[in-house]
């Protein structure tokens, strides 16, 4: 009930078929499904707002319908903004949506996907809070930005039932930032909390396994690393930067090791008995992680 649906959303009403694509490189396959579909196909969804040309001539691209796409991909969603104020050169929001809107109201349900709900007013942060009081657990999907995110916010966090936050760490500039949020938010007793970790936008490897490394051992989280894909990527996975590919002399090395990195520091608790300098990357193990 709680997970993502991980794909492409369908349903369909009388004679029509609706497509919502949150990823660009499930395009392609929505494109498939709307050529041999009989029915008239509406498409929508981030990927779909993105690229809308992709599906313009075998479907009807529209940015909203009156059924509640999100319900579809994770009935236990909401969100109570939309857009963001920051403009990260690897982010699609400021493109899909642009600057941060305060909803007037919004369905009550745990798993909350803002995208930068620490960017919004105090008013509004609290009273999100508090229309989630009578909830069992809470869980705010996306990172808080930690350069907003202060004791205000934590302290009104503590009011919430078994509560989960997590913040975004995409370059090392952002270090003092995070280590300092994550001080306040353990003062006020917030222990669930995750560190989304970008890797491969722009960086090399040290600097991803410094910054994976640095969440795991200098504040005790273990990251959730989160491979870069270019805005319009139609396949996932195939870009590496050129610092990747300078450090280890060819694209085919190159890939090698970032699916070791990702493979080890995604799953952390199977791993962490091992130094990572020893991990060697397995492609059975790439296959049973394509299950989850």
């Known amino acids: 009930m709680y997970k993502w649906r991980k794909d492409i959303a369908q349903w369909t009403a009388k004679d029509t078929l609706y497509l919502s694509v949150v990823f660009t490189w499930d395009?392609?396959?929505?494109?498939?499904?709307?050529?041999?579909s009989k029915k008239?196909?509406?498409?929508?969804g981030p990927a779909v707002m993105l690229m809308p040309d992709y599906l313009g001539d075998v479907?009807?691209?529209?940015?909203?319908?009156?059924?509640?796409?999100?319900?579809?991909?994770?009935?236990?969603?909401?969100?109570?903004?939309?857009?963001?104020?920051n403009v990260c050169g690897f982010c699609a929001v400021p493109s899909i949506e642009g600057g941060l809107i305060e909803l007037k109201k919004w369905d009550i349900r745990p798993i909350v996907c803002d995208n930068n709900l620490t960017a919004a007013s105090m008013k509004h942060f609290n009273?999100?809070?508090?229309?989630?009081?009578?909830?069992p657990f809470v869980d705010f999907n996306q990172g808080f930005d930690s350069s907003l995110f202060n004791s205000e916010h934590a302290e009104k966090l503590t009011e919430l039932n078994n509560?989960?936050?997590?913040?975004?760490?995409?370059?090392?500039?952002?270090?003092?930032?995070?280590?300092?949020?994550?001080?306040?938010?353990?003062?006020?007793?917030l222990k669930n909390i995750g560190v989304y970790t970008l890797v491969g936008y722009d960086s090399s490897p040290e600097d991803?396994?410094?910054?994976?490394?640095?969440?795991?051992?200098?504040?005790?989280?273990?990251?959730n690393p989160m491979r870069y894909q270019p805005l319009y990527a139609l396949k996932k996975n195939e870009y590496l930067p050129e610092q990747?590919?300078?450090e280890y002399r060819s694209r085919e090395k190159a890939e090698i090791e970032m699916l070791r990195l990702m493979q080890y520091w995604s799953r952390l608790?199977?791993?962490?008995?091992?130094?990572?300098?020893?991990?060697?990357?397995?492609?059975?193990?790439?296959?049973?992680?394509a299950l989850f």
């Open 27 to 36: 395009l392609p396959r929505a494109r498939e499904i709307a050529e041999t």
């Open 40 to 44: 008239r196909v509406v498409a929508g």
């Open 59 to 85: 479907a009807d691209v529209q940015a909203s319908t009156v059924f509640p796409a999100l319900a579809f991909h994770n009935p236990m969603a909401t969100f109570t903004t939309r857009g963001c104020p």
């Open 127 to 135: 009273k999100v809070v508090d229309s989630l009081k009578t909830l």
């Open 163 to 189: 509560v989960k936050i997590r913040f975004a760490f995409d370059n090392s500039i952002r270090q003092h930032d995070l280590e300092d949020t994550i001080i306040v938010a353990r003062r006020y007793g």
């Open 208 to 223: 991803d396994l410094y910054r994976l490394t640095f969440v795991k051992d200098v504040l005790g989280i273990r990251p």
């Open 244 to 246: 990747w590919i300078h």
């Open 269 to 289: 608790s199977w791993h962490e008995h091992i130094p990572f300098d020893e991990y060697v990357y397995r492609d059975d193990e790439r296959k049973q992680e």
